[in-house]
């Protein structure tokens, strides 16, 4: 299913006494052409990649596997999941695009949120 549809969710983590959220509205505005879903509870893998780099670049003072958890929550799926589909991008940016060097995730930080 493409398109406009999305099945995004509010979402909020809080860590050191603060409140991290990822709304619908910004989810939504990050379905497109290319980031869109499935289905339910299935986004593509280039919409989890650029839900975790909006949610990396606006709550950096997260650590990854908490934004991984954020987004997911805001996504309804795991985080294990999303992280695979992150992963699978990755793999296919740097085959694909011939850009050895691309990665989203930082592989030094934990694998299991």
């Known amino acids: 299913m493409r398109g406009d549809t999305s099945y995004f969710v509010d979402a909020e ?3 050191d006494g603060k409140r991290h959220r990822f709304t619908k509205r910004e989810g939504d505005r990050l379905v497109s052409r290319t980031n869109y ?4 509870g299935d986004p593509s893998s280039w919409l989890c990649a650029a839900a975790f780099q909006r949610m990396r670049a606006k709550h950096g003072s997260l650590s990854q596997d908490d934004v991984l958890v954020l987004v997911a929550a805001a996504m309804q799926i795991a985080p294990r999941k999303l992280r695979e589909s992150i992963a699978w991008h ?7 695009d011939g850009m050895p060097e691309y990665y989203v995730l930082e592989s ?3 694998e299991e949120p």
């Open 108 to 110: 030094a930080e934990s």
């Open 37 to 40: 879903w499935h289905g339910e």
């Open 90 to 96: 990755e793999q296919y940016v740097r085959w694909h």
């Open 13 to 15: 983590i809080t860590r």
